[in-house]
């Protein structure tokens, strides 16, 4: 998949809660093929404090409609300004990069998203229904403020909510929910997307449950494309660039996130 | 048509325009972007004599107009590159260039020596000035005797261009400059980035692993253009300048401060294909001025 550098037209921009904007973008031109857990690199334009791009996933991605849609977190200036753009305002991208999930047919998957960790799952729970797999995403937060789209999310399966004042769903973190926690565990695959923490305490179980568990990382990082060497995480083969190596990644890839693996690389030491 | 083509030593670039060591990968990230021919000529990642892993995450931390990195080298060292990565950049006819560092003078020999046999390797730099390792990097490029060592040991195997990056992290840059010039180097370059930190104060902890980090971006250009005015000034070689450009002015200002040719560095991370953008640049500037040769900006600095 060829990247490219695209403005792209601000269709619209939804306020979803006192710091998450969902952007709508749009172009004249066909947008490239993108696949869920790929990310965009953005320009800002008139930040002082910043200079880098900032990186966000594909929340949602149209062909037919030819449009995308973006979750943006305002964290700082750069974010703010983005989070701020007004319909009709262009805004420059990078895309698409990085590798995706792994899209499974007719299976039984649980999707787990932490805050804005939901951002990737909305597109990839779209291509997994379409593929026949029945899905259900599990969805968590601090508090009931925190949990955004849970309506759009219900189209597409079974959503269960955690926060952990107990004001929305069960009260509790992701990982004591029911849902994660059954005997006779039904999904053959797990899809995680939110803090470092909460994703290798999902890995973790998906593990004990010997079931597959996709993780989408968010290091810090400048270029986006493998230039910089900045982003890498460590893995059972080295440092990889999150960029384009991940940013999913399985986590027995990953170095300190299975406990088997580690086991069985101190056996061998 | 106006003349773009400058000489750095041996070398002949098609125009001034490089791209800077550790940010433009091995060219090919940057393939779908632009033609990657169409540069003078890039500077690809640090080799180092054996494998590097680099240092922890995190390794970056953005700071006003710029950012801090400590990458630390990672790399798969000089065999690895021979073997898998000289390959892939014959594909390039420009000017390939192919940045040297170590932790030890034997450790820049052997690079050195291993890359003198490749042909389509026009040039080494020699990367004095990383301040993201424990050992070697900086520490010989902030010294004269040390600076002087290792180029002259390099000089003594390698017999193509010689460019020596200098650190910027040093008291008087032109005295290292005149060192390196002394010891046999055909050119310098500079600046690395400058020693800084950045620290999270919620969690009252730094932002990178290492602590310190070499700072680059726009942030960096007047202190770069300045060390550039300087070592124009002091030494007979070419200077090549870097330090924070990321337009075709930054890139003028650099060459009217004395520089041959310059680098394009961190402007690669925001757009990747900034490089062609700047040279589209000079031409233009190059036009309004009725220059017809870019190396009469040169030096050409009106005091």
Not at chain 1, 143 to 159: C, F, K, Q, W
Not at chain 1, 168 to 185: C, L
Not at chain 2, 232 to 251: E, F, L, R, T
Request: include cysteine.
């Amino acid at each position: 998949m060829k990247k490219q550098i695209l403005d792209l037209r601000v269709l619209s921009n939804s306020r979803l809660n006192h710091n998450h904007n969902l952007l709508e973008l749009g172009c004249a031109d066909p947008l490239p093929a993108m696949v869920p857990g790929q990310f965009a690199e953005v320009l800002v334009e008139g930040s002082v404090s910043t200079y880098l791009r900032r990186p966000f996933s594909i929340h949602r991605y149209d062909k037919a409609a030819n449009t995308m849609h973006l979750l943006i977190k305002s964290v700082g200036e750069g974010t703010k300004k983005i989070a701020s753009l007004k319909p009709g305002s262009t805004l420059n991208l990078m895309l698409p990069l990085g590798n995706g999930f792994t899209i499974t047919n007719n299976q039984e998957v649980l999707l787990v998203g932490g805050g804005c960790g939901i951002a990737p799952l909305y597109f990839l729970a779209e291509q997994l229904f379409r593929k026949g797999n029945r899905v259900s995403l599990l969805i968590g937060g601090r508090s009931a403020v925190d949990i955004m789209l849970a309506s759009e999310y219900r189209r597409l399966g079974n959503v269960y909510i955690t926060t952990e004042d107990g004001t929305m769903g069960e009260k509790g973190m992701v990982t004591q929910h029911p849902v994660i926690n059954q005997a006779d565990f039904p999904f053959s695959m797990v899809y995680c997307c939110g803090p470092d923490g909460m994703m290798k305490a999902v890995a973790h179980l998906a593990e004990g449950k010997k079931v597959d568990c996709e993780v989408s990382l968010e290091n810090t990082m400048a270029c986006g494309i493998g230039a910089c060497l900045c982003c890498v995480v460590e893995t059972h083969q080295g440092n990889q660039c999150v960029c384009t190596e991940g940013p999913v990644f399985n986590s027995k890839k990953l170095k300190g996130w299975t406990r088997e693996i580690e086991t069985a690389c101190s056996l061998d030491n | 048509m106006a003349k773009l083509e400058v000489n750095l030593h041996k070398l002949k670039l098609s125009n001034p325009v490089l791209t800077a060591s550790g940010t433009f990968g091995y060219g090919e990230e940057f393939d779908d972007f632009i033609d990657v021919n169409s540069l003078g000529g890039i500077i690809v990642k640090a080799t180092t004599s054996r494998h590097r892993e680099g240092n922890p995450y995190p390794r970056m931390a953005e700071t006003p107009m710029g950012m801090l990195n400590a990458v630390g080298l990672q790399n798969k060292g000089v065999d690895y590159f021979v073997e898998h990565i000289y390959p892939k950049l014959l594909k390039y006819n420009n000017c390939v260039i192919a940045n040297v560092s170590d932790s030890t003078v034997e450790g820049y020999v052997e690079v050195a020596e291993k890359l003198n046999s490749l042909e389509h390797i026009s040039a080494i730099e020699l990367n004095i000035s990383c301040p993201n390792v424990k050992e070697g990097g900086m520490a010989f490029g902030t010294s004269c005797p040390s600076a002087t060592a290792v180029t002259r040991a390099v000089r003594e195997v390698y017999d193509k261009t010689l460019i020596v990056k200098l650190s910027p992290n040093v008291t008087s840059i032109a005295e290292i400059a005149l060192a390196v010039e002394a010891a046999g180097a055909d050119a310098v370059s500079l600046i690395n980035t400058l020693l800084g930190m950045a620290i999270d104060a919620e969690r009252r902890k730094p932002v990178l692993s290492t602590i310190t980090g070499g700072l680059s971006g726009p942030a960096i250009k007047p202190v770069a253009l300045r060390m550039v005015w300087q070592v124009a000034k002091a030494v007979k070689i070419p200077v090549i300048g870097i330090g924070g450009i990321s337009s075709a002015a930054d890139a003028i200002e650099f060459m009217l401060a004395g520089a041959s040719a310059i680098q394009v560095g961190t402007a690669n991370f925001v757009d990747p294909a900034v490089t062609v953008k700047i040279i589209a640049g000079i031409k233009d500037y190059m036009q309004r001025h009725k220059i017809d040769d870019v190396n009469d900006l040169i030096g050409g600095l009106v005091l």
